[in-house]
């Protein structure tokens, strides 16, 4: 499935906030672990898509959207704004694809668009956590991240049980 990968600027949030609040709402609906519980209200997705244009306008995050035709499908994120001793790298965070849309490369390309800036911008590794297990550590693996380990009952997923949580890293540029 080909989609059209793309920056999102902070200016083209309200724009798209409808379709990421669906995104997000139909993710954690159907059980991802991405730091809500179910259900999730459109109020509290909004809520947390105009703190993340905060973010996207301070300079802490970066945001990429992938769009098949007009339907936004997908997207992701890379917090940049790190300390001191960390700016050598960057968190793959938030990266969610409708749920009817996934499993034809979409969440690939979005990370690889996140990694390719994040090169360019000097970055030389890439630090995430998933679900132990699931389908996005699969993921994540074939794209060439290595499992550093496995925390138990590391979060709830959006169903309510805690969850293990598998911190993944890759990286970049050798």
Request: aromatic share 6%; glycine share 12%.
């Amino acid at each position: 499935m080909d989609a059209r990968i793309a920056p999102i600027a902070p200016d083209q949030l309200p724009e798209l906030y409808p379709a990421l609040c669906d995104i997000l709402i139909e993710t954690v609906g159907l059980g991802a672990s991405v730091g809500f519980l179910a259900p999730l209200s459109f109020e509290d997705a909004l809520a947390f898509w105009r703190g993340c244009g905060r973010a996207l306008e301070a300079g802490d995050r970066l945001m990429w959207g992938a769009w098949i035709g007009e339907t936004l499908a997908g997207t992701v994120q890379i917090v940049v704004g790190m300390p001191g001793n960390q700016q050598h790298r960057v968190d793959l965070v938030k990266l969610m694809t409708l749920p009817r849309l996934r499993g034809g490369g979409i969440g690939a390309a979005l990370t690889l668009a996140a990694e390719a800036e994040a090169a360019r911008l000097g970055k030389t590794l890439v630090v995430l956590d998933t679900v132990a297990g699931n389908p996005a550590q699969r993921l994540y693996e074939r794209l060439g991240y290595t499992a550093a380990g496995v925390i138990p009952d590391y979060a709830r997923s959006s169903a309510g049980p805690l969850e293990p949580t598998c911190l993944m890293y890759k990286r970049l540029g050798g």
